[in-house]
Protein backbone atom coordinates (compact mmCIF):
# COMPACT_ATOMS: atom_id res chain seq x y z
CA UNK A 1 0.00 0.00 0.00
CA UNK A 2 1.33 3.00 -1.47
CA UNK A 3 0.14 6.55 -1.38
CA UNK A 4 1.47 10.03 -2.79
CA UNK A 5 0.79 13.51 -1.82
CA UNK A 6 1.65 16.43 -3.65
CA UNK A 7 2.08 19.96 -2.76
CA UNK A 8 3.22 23.38 -3.88
CA UNK A 9 0.65 23.87 -6.21
CA UNK A 10 -1.29 27.68 -6.38
CA UNK A 11 -1.45 30.64 -8.33
CA UNK A 12 1.42 32.30 -10.40
CA UNK A 13 2.02 34.81 -12.89
CA UNK A 14 3.46 34.36 -16.75
CA UNK A 15 7.15 33.85 -16.06
CA UNK A 16 7.52 33.03 -12.48
CA UNK A 17 7.65 29.88 -10.94
CA UNK A 18 6.71 27.61 -8.84
CA UNK A 19 8.22 24.19 -7.02
CA UNK A 20 6.03 21.18 -6.90
CA UNK A 21 6.77 18.42 -4.27
CA UNK A 22 5.27 14.56 -4.00
CA UNK A 23 6.66 12.44 -1.42
CA UNK A 24 5.69 8.54 -1.50
CA UNK A 25 4.32 6.90 1.41
CA UNK A 26 4.68 3.27 2.51
CA UNK A 27 6.96 0.83 3.20
CA UNK A 28 8.80 1.44 0.31
CA UNK A 29 11.79 -0.87 -0.96
CA UNK A 30 12.79 1.02 -4.17
CA UNK A 31 10.70 3.01 -7.06
CA UNK A 32 11.79 2.59 -10.97
CA UNK A 33 10.65 6.04 -12.04
CA UNK A 34 9.01 9.09 -10.66
CA UNK A 35 7.91 11.63 -12.62
CA UNK A 36 4.59 14.56 -12.99
CA UNK A 37 2.06 14.40 -15.42
CA UNK A 38 -0.55 17.17 -16.28
CA UNK A 39 -3.87 17.61 -17.72
CA UNK A 40 -5.68 21.00 -18.85
CA UNK A 41 -9.62 21.27 -19.29
CA UNK A 42 -10.93 19.52 -22.51
CA UNK A 43 -6.97 18.14 -22.77
CA UNK A 44 -5.44 14.52 -22.61
CA UNK A 45 -3.19 13.95 -19.97
CA UNK A 46 0.53 14.24 -20.88
CA UNK A 47 4.18 13.89 -19.64
CA UNK A 48 5.66 16.76 -17.83
CA UNK A 49 8.73 14.80 -16.50
CA UNK A 50 10.18 11.80 -15.16
CA UNK A 51 13.42 10.93 -13.59
CA UNK A 52 14.77 7.15 -13.16
CA UNK A 53 16.22 5.41 -10.28
CA UNK A 54 19.67 6.42 -11.29
CA UNK A 55 19.21 9.62 -12.24
CA UNK A 56 17.59 9.64 -15.94
CA UNK A 57 15.68 12.32 -16.63
CA UNK A 58 13.04 12.91 -19.51
CA UNK A 59 10.89 15.96 -20.42
CA UNK A 60 8.20 16.94 -22.48
CA UNK A 61 8.46 18.99 -25.14
CA UNK A 62 6.39 21.75 -24.24
CA UNK A 63 8.80 22.38 -20.85
CA UNK A 64 12.11 21.66 -21.65
CA UNK A 65 14.35 23.83 -20.70
CA UNK A 66 11.92 25.07 -18.23
CA UNK A 67 11.37 22.93 -15.84
CA UNK A 68 13.76 20.69 -13.79
CA UNK A 69 13.07 17.21 -11.97
CA UNK A 70 15.03 15.88 -9.15
CA UNK A 71 14.25 12.67 -6.51
CA UNK A 72 15.60 12.08 -3.47
CA UNK A 73 15.62 7.89 -3.34
CA UNK A 74 16.43 7.76 0.64
CA UNK A 75 13.22 10.32 1.33
CA UNK A 76 11.37 8.59 -1.94
CA UNK A 77 10.34 12.27 -2.56
CA UNK A 78 10.52 13.83 -6.41
CA UNK A 79 9.89 17.69 -6.92
CA UNK A 80 9.23 19.59 -10.11
CA UNK A 81 10.92 23.04 -10.36
CA UNK A 82 8.86 25.25 -12.99
CA UNK A 83 10.25 28.48 -14.10
CA UNK A 84 9.27 30.63 -17.10
CA UNK A 85 5.84 29.53 -16.56
CA UNK A 86 3.17 30.72 -19.17
CA UNK A 87 -0.35 30.86 -18.94
CA UNK A 88 0.03 26.89 -20.86
CA UNK A 89 1.27 25.30 -18.06
CA UNK A 90 -1.91 25.90 -16.21
CA UNK A 91 -3.40 22.21 -15.30
CA UNK A 92 -3.50 19.50 -12.58
CA UNK A 93 -0.44 17.67 -12.11
CA UNK A 94 -0.33 14.84 -10.67
CA UNK A 95 2.78 12.49 -9.31
CA UNK A 96 3.43 9.62 -10.32
CA UNK A 97 5.60 6.33 -9.02
CA UNK A 98 5.92 3.50 -11.67
CA UNK A 99 7.38 0.28 -10.51
CA UNK A 100 6.97 0.69 -6.60
CA UNK A 101 8.28 -2.13 -4.49
CA UNK A 102 6.74 -2.55 -1.24
CA UNK A 103 5.42 -4.09 1.65
CA UNK A 104 1.73 -5.24 1.96
CA UNK A 105 -0.31 -4.48 4.81
CA UNK A 106 -3.37 -5.61 3.90
CA UNK A 107 -4.69 -9.56 4.35
CA UNK A 108 -1.48 -10.68 2.21
CA UNK A 109 1.75 -10.77 3.47
CA UNK A 110 5.02 -9.80 1.81
CA UNK A 111 5.91 -7.85 -1.05
CA UNK A 112 3.43 -5.73 -3.69
CA UNK A 113 4.80 -4.02 -6.97
CA UNK A 114 2.85 -1.70 -8.86
CA UNK A 115 2.52 1.90 -10.60
CA UNK A 116 0.50 4.87 -8.13
CA UNK A 117 -0.75 8.47 -8.98
CA UNK A 118 -1.52 11.02 -6.80
CA UNK A 119 -4.40 13.08 -6.54
CA UNK A 120 -3.58 16.26 -8.01
CA UNK A 121 -2.15 19.97 -7.33
CA UNK A 122 -4.03 22.41 -9.33
CA UNK A 123 -1.01 25.16 -11.07
CA UNK A 124 -2.61 28.28 -12.35
CA UNK A 125 -0.61 31.21 -14.32
CA UNK A 126 -1.81 33.86 -15.31
CA UNK A 127 -1.53 36.73 -17.42
Known amino acids: QVQLVESGGGLAQAGGSLTLSCVASGVIRSINDMGWYRQAPGKQRELVATVARLGHTTYGDSVKGRFTISRDNAKNTVSLQMNSLKPEDTAVYYC?????????????????????WGRGTQVTVSS
Open 96 to 116: NADGVTAEAVGLLDGLIFGDY
